[in-house]
């Protein structure tokens, strides 16, 4: 049973425009929420969380949106940059149980 | 600081052949972590330890044991290796259990 998923496996954007990637979840229980991202040969690096308190949190060219009735958040990448290239996944995590349940990933390709 | 580190980076192994893969953080996070990443599946989580000591299982624990006898570092074991268990082995560690900081992989090939 897929607690988190991204149903995505890549997603091409021009340099400049911007990137969305998006994550479904199933447990209403998540209540904080992560996007890692991937270079190859690399281990993910993290780059953005939200609580369920909140429905957006931004960092610079980074911003994630919540929207727990449709158990749905999203990344927004203003503007894309080539060196955005790399997989993004997308975690979600209940109460205080230390642990992340990560989707499968999203491979994000920025076109110069 | 060196942040994750994990050993070895690359590692062949033949069926039933045994193995340690070490990882040590100098953050002194409580929490530690190993994941398995194979395609398509993104990141599973193996076992975890929430303070020096201690260790649970995680969702896919079967074929591998764990230890983390100092703070600052968790071992993963393969008693018995097989070729399902081919894959890229992660360790993490963190403060929280949330923001979590990976070491840069090791990636086992069981023949």
């Known amino acids: 049973d897929q607690q988190v998923k991204q149903n995505s496996p890549s997603l091409s954007v021009q340099e400049g425009r911007i990137s969305i990637l998006n994550c479904d979840y199933t447990?209403?229980?998540?209540?904080?929420f992560l996007w890692y991202k991937k270079y190859p040969a690399e281990g993910p690096t993290f780059l953005i969380s939200?609580?369920?308190?909140?429905d957006k949190n931004e960092d610079g060219r980074f911003t994630v949106f919540l929207n727990k009735s449709a158990k749905h958040l999203s990344l927004h990448i203003v503007p894309s940059q080539p060196g955005d290239s790399a997989v993004y996944f997308c975690a979600a995590s209940r109460g205080s149980n230390y642990k992340l349940t990560f989707g499968k990933g999203t491979l994000l390709t920025v076109n110069p | 600081n060196a942040g994750v580190t994990q050993t070895p980076k690359f590692r062949v192994l033949k069926t039933g052949q045994s193995m340690t893969l070490l990882c040590a953080q100098d953050m002194n996070h409580e929490y530690m972590y190993w994941y398995r990443q194979d395609p398509g599946m993104g990141l599973r989580l193996i076992h975890y330890?929430?303070?020096?000591?201690?260790?649970a299982k995680g969702e896919v624990p079967d074929g591998y044991n764990v230890s983390r006898l100092k703070k600052q570092n968790f071992l993963l074991g393969l008693e018995s290796a097989a070729p399902s268990q081919t894959s890229v082995y992660f360790c993490?560690?963190?403060?929280?259990?949330?923001?979590?900081?990976f070491g840069p992989g090791t990636r086992l090939t069981v023949t």
């Open positions: 939200i609580s369920s308190i909140k």
């Open positions: 447990n209403s229980m998540f209540d904080y």
């Open positions: 993490a560690s963190s403060w929280t259990g949330y923001e979590q900081y």
């Open positions: 330890s929430v303070g020096e000591g201690t260790t």
